[in-house]
């Protein structure tokens, strides 16, 4: 008898190896495979602007690792007391300084940059569909609120035609450029608008990531919490996030569909590694 819809392990259309650079963006799940990456010996790079939950946001960070673009002091907004944001990114990207802030944001986007340039696999996150905007306008979608008040943006659903327009070409110009993309949708749950509204979200990222794939893989990552575990015991205590475990096994699944053998020879051998340096006695 079988208890359980265990997700088919079906062999990516490529490989991933350590002799290529991985970059991870996305929402904070993007850090916890790309964690799990570096225990594992390979060259990655995770979220290192912070988390970054919508298609929008995430687009926009494509395109500025793949351009040219330099942050001012016009990309920042300031509160009342003086102190200048980068909505961009995440929340510790505040000064008062808006030069200063400009230039520790231009220093880190630069390393993400030399990441970007030599990764072979680039691997994106959406977590929400629902987005943030200083207009009523995508365009000016923000990436964290940095708890400026609520009545600063204008909150709205993307809809799966616009993520879609907006992934498409720059899907095209990573494949061109030799990257292999990997998209995938995170099973954090975002429960604003309780539970319909965070499946009506989950199905727009679910709709447009299928309606991409000609241009990359799918790794299904919401479809093994959501059916594989589905039972509670593999939550946190907040019941919104995978729990330690479950993402262990997530990332088993991921190891199982782009990991060769030898791959998974070497992995071993950086994880015996990683575990004798975690017991090595303070000398």
């Known amino acids: 008898m079988k208890f359980r819809t265990e997700i088919e392990s079906a062999r990516g259309s490529f490989a991933i190896t350590h002799n290529g650079g991985i970059v991870l963006l996305g929402s904070c799940f993007s850090d916890n495979v790309g964690s799990r990456l570096k225990r594992d010996g390979f060259d990655v790079t995770y979220n290192p602007m912070g988390p970054l939950y919508n298609p929008v946001s995430l687009a926009r960070l494509i395109n500025d690792l793949a351009g040219d673009k330099v942050y001012g002091v016009a990309d920042f907004k300031c509160d009342g007391e003086g102190v200048c944001h980068c909505l961009d990114f995440a929340s510790r990207y505040q000064n008062s300084d808006a030069y200063e802030l400009a230039a520790v944001l231009n ?30 306008d995508i365009a000016d979608t923000v990436g964290n609120c940095h708890k400026f008040p609520a009545s600063t943006f204008s909150r709205f659903a993307v809809g799966t035609d616009d993520i879609v327009a907006l992934w498409r070409p720059l899907l095209e110009e990573m494949i061109n450029g030799g990257k292999n993309v990997i998209l995938t949708v995170s099973p954090i749950r975002h429960l604003a608008d309780g539970l319909h509204g965070n499946e009506l979200s989950k199905a727009r990222l679910l709709l447009a990531c299928d309606a991409l794939g000609e241009f990359c893989e799918y790794f299904p990552a919401y479809e093994i919490m959501m059916d594989d575990l589905r039972d509670y015991r593999f939550y946190e205590r907040d019941l919104k996030h995978p729990s330690e475990m479950a993402c262990d096994y997530i990332y088993e699944k991921f ?5 060769s053998r030898d791959t998974l020879t070497r992995v071993a051998d950086e994880r015996a590694k990683s575990l004798f340096a975690s017991h090595r006695p303070n000398v």
């Open 255 to 259: 190891a199982e569909r782009y990991f």
């Open 107 to 136: 220093a880190d986007l630069a390393v993400l940059k030399e990441a970007y340039r030599r990764a072979k696999t680039v691997i994106v996150t959406f977590g929400s569909s629902i987005v943030y905007s200083l207009s009523s």
